[in-house]
């Protein structure tokens, strides 16, 4: 069992930054990949930023760019870097991390952006 705590959601302006981070109860190393989610209000959850535990590197096309995912492998957590924040980037982000099992998902709580234009 893997379990997840977001944290560094908040209400900025647009053009800001804010920094987003997973803590994992476990190693980096124990899932195959690790990265963020977010579902706006009324839409469906969309996949922005994973890492996988060889280090390798996806983003959604809307954040490329303007978001950076990282990870401290010492303190078993990811970040999730925002810039350049826009309305449409308001959404609840989770952290998800996918086991080398395949259907094994986890997730976290979740944490609210919001970006006021």
């Known amino acids: 069992q893997v379990r997840l705590m977001e944290s560094g959601g908040g209400l900025v302006k647009s053009g800001a930054s804010l920094r987003l981070a997973c803590v994992s109860s476990?190693?980096?190393?124990?899932?195959?990949?690790i990265g963020w989610y977010r579902q706006a209000p009324g839409l469906e959850r969309e996949f922005v930023a994973r890492?996988?535990?060889?280090?390798?590197?996806n983003y959604a096309d809307s954040v490329q760019g303007r978001f950076t995912i990282s990870r401290d492998i010492a303190k078993n957590t990811v970040y999730l870097e925002m810039y350049n924040l826009q309305a449409e980037d308001t959404a609840v982000y989770f952290c998800?991390?996918?086991?080398?099992?395949?259907?094994?998902?986890?997730w976290g709580q979740g944490t609210q952006v919001t970006v006021s234009s």
């Open positions: 998800h991390a996918r086991g080398f099992v395949a259907g094994l998902d986890y």
């Open positions: 476990g190693s980096l190393f124990n899932v195959n990949a």
């Open positions: 890492i996988h535990s060889s280090g390798a590197i």
